[in-house]
């Protein structure tokens, strides 16, 4: 009685009130999307927000219990839990189902589950549980590959099972390596990589080749001339030719052609408002005409004539920009803004390295979903289906981020009992 | 020791801000600064649908129903809700090619995959029931309510004119149209449109994704309703102009007939004609095209209205009132004959055998040219004009006063002016001033430059029954209402020509369908026909027939005027004609069989061809 008692004293209430506002706000745009004159009931199991609730209930359940476990339990099974991840995330590529091009699917009971949504709250676990230990020195090129390879593993698993949105959020825990001490040069280098892929594409390979050139040129000039240094920005240099390379090869041999397509559209090369760019087009018009003010609960017509596609899962936030207008939408933004601060401050009051790491693990994939989500609705970002936490429909992508949520605040509250 | 890292915490934050302020700065660009999208989002859900109003109808004198409308459809077609259709079955129904049902959809696909394009127009009712059962089908298809024009009779077709779809010359001026209207081409349709077409209304509906209807806008708040089209209650006998047509088969001319009391015209025959059910709907261009490029019979040529013949003698009676009222002529007036009017340079304007010397009345009897020659010499050379050119103006403002040389402004669209030379033409032609009387004495015996057009020869008749006026040909009577008149039509014009110098003439054309006038033998049993006969020389091929009458000599009913092509005399066919469509309208049926066969059966398409070559 005396342990119960104080978690509930001790919980960061701030982040539960932000996480009931999202999800009730979700739910409210999944009912809006959905909407339909002839179907009355708020509960009915054949309609999304009718299932939505009961997930909603469920994974309610799940963050207390979560809560009620005992403190040192995530710690000390977190490489366990780790391991029954990858091995559902195997089983899911001989046994699962295939929904919507993706074979990350169990099904069992009539739900169908995706367990590589839990492997991102298993994988923040392992990696806090790796970076906690007092000798991990992440600047160590050893432990950095440790690390890597505990995030690439069920990464390049999710890739197998096609689905690439989700494979790309475990790139997000760069921001707890980064935190535990990364160089700040890989970290930079990790961000430039990206850039100089999308300039491989948009800009003649050549000519980057020549940019590339004068760059080395500048640093082999003003470095110290020994033979290390040369050769070093010789292997860079050689490197990024390599790379500029191979991102065309990938895009345009390996990549499907609706991805292909895809990418282009995003970029600005190609412009297909009929195929590629209709989604996004549409998007756009969704979230544009709600005005400032939005046309109202229920009102819109975007959203609810199917005009977007996805409009209760990956494209919600269109609903939210249709019928809540800038001001919902402001609204939205903030609370995602206003959640992530404050996982962070609350990670950085923790005593236990691994509550501040895994924080910063909750931290980074709730960014990482929000960031290309909603970027993705304002056509910044390419087409990748990866839902918007708390707030698309789906009874995986809820739980999984209630869990992920609620095991930091089970953490949080445990601060005193470390005591 | 990873606290010394604490402050990396400040990156983080400042990049999860960085992010939610970009997106914030993107959604205030989209959603308040920007308006296309609202617009795009109307555009996405909102169908305006056009409600056409059935066009008005058009009914005879006594109330038959001669224009009305028949259902037709629209086959539309919304390309990306086309899947297995059986596309065979859709056209050996619509009788097209495989290729051509991959060609439509192909181009409706690039006006707009999710929306309706017409896939085949003018589908009659009869294709339709076919259709209908095996819609089902075609997923993707659906059918849009129009409607065709139809014509009880096939009768003229000149007069209705015929509507088609409103050209981009049409829609750019007048935005009342839009593209798929149907607009009056030409006719009554052409003249009465704004009245025939009614009101077009909208409706707004919403649709989804898939184009599927999900109700209307707010409640209908926006939608307008369609008026239907004004009904016509037009002035043709359709029985007469039905017989007329019938007369008229296997010739070129035209008859016109007039009510002299009002101006209405009793019915208004080109000859040859065609059905006005061909230029309907979908057969309409191949049709059109047909008619178009018949350069023999020229069907679509309105003669009634837009030929332009010498008048012939019919035109003595003109002469006959412009000399009284000059003043050089009386009925007493006596001019001796000799076979001919001497032109002075051993050449004459002969004239044939009859006795001589013959008075006013005897001359329109018997159609003396000397008589007239001298007539209109006497007129031209009058003195105190002070020139053969002063002469020449007053007798032609006195037969403008006459409804010749210009347009009535008659509610069929296409009529033309005819023509009075002026003095202008004759100086440009001889020199100035440099014309005498005898340059153009022709014009004395409706010879010569001088055209008129069969509807102002039978306006001539209506003046003359009417001793000196005339109202203005008209072919609709009442718009809407059956006492609606149209005001323009109910202004008496009165001629320049005093009413006291009718009578003999009235006498001299009623003495032409006596013994002795060349009318003679047209003469109907029980009528008081007045009538006068015109040759018209044509140097073409064989001289016109022409014939104007009236009847009854007092009070009349119908003015007649009749021109039938390479037809020789003006007693062999054009007064034979005449009376039976006087006796037609008059009786209401025909005794003199005889000449009725006579007249059906005589053709005479290939004389003017013949001379031609
Ligand atoms: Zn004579």
Redesign the interface.
Known sequence: MRERHSVFEHIDWWLVIIFLLLVVMGWLNIYAAVYDENHGSIVDMHVKYGKQMAWILAGLFLGLIVLLIDGKFFSQFAYLIYIFCILLLIAVIFTGKEISGSKSWFQFAGIALQPGEFAKMGTALALAKFLSKNETDIRKRKELFVAICLILFPSVLIFLEHDTGSAIVFFSFIFVLYRAGLSEKLVIGFVLVPLLAVLSLLINKFIILGFLFIIALFFFLYSKRKIRNIILISLVYLGSAGFVFSVDYAVNHILEPHQRVRVNVLIGKEIDLKGAGYNVNQSLIAIGSGGAWGKGFLKGTQTKYNFVPEQSTDFIFCTVGEEWGFAGSFVVVGLFIALLIRIILVAERQRSRFSRFYGYGVASIIFFHFMINIGMTLSLIPVIGIPLPFFSYGGSSLWAFTLLLFIFIRQDSYRYELL | M?R???N??F???GL??V??L???I???F???V?D???L???N??LRYITQYPARGLVYDRYGKLLVYNEAAYDLMVIPKQVKNVDTAELCRLLEIEKKDFVERVEKARNYS?YRPSIFESQITRENYGYLEEKMFRFPGFFVQPRTLRKYTYPIAAHTFGYIGEAGPEVIEINPYYKSGDYIGISGVEKSYEEQLRGKKGMKIR?????NRD?GSFQGGKYDTIAYTGTDLYSSLDADLQAYGEQLMAGKKGSIVAIEPSTGEILCIITSPSYDPNLLVGRIRRTNYTKLLEDSIMVPLFNRALMASYPPGSTFKVVDALVGQQVGVLTPETRYFCPGGFPLGNGKKVACHSHFSPLDLRQSIQHSCNTYYCRVFKSIIDKRPFTSTRAGYEIWRNLVMSLGFGHKFGIDIPGELNGNIPSSNYYDRYHGKNRWTSMAIISLGIGQGEIGITPLQMANLAALISNRGFYYTPHIIKAIGKKDNLNKEFLVKHVCGIDPQYFPIVVEAMHDVMEAGGTGFASRVDGIEICGKTGTAQNPHGKNHSIFISFAPKDNPRIAVAVVVENAGFGATYAAPIATLMIEKYINREVKRKDVEQSMISGNLLNKGKVIDQ
């Open positions: 990873e010394v890292y604490a990396r915490k990156i983080v934050i999860f801000l992010i939610g970009a997106y914030v993107r959604l205030f989209i959603q308040i920007a296309k999208y609202v795009s989002a109307n996405n859900v995959p919403v649709v989804d994704v898939l999900k």
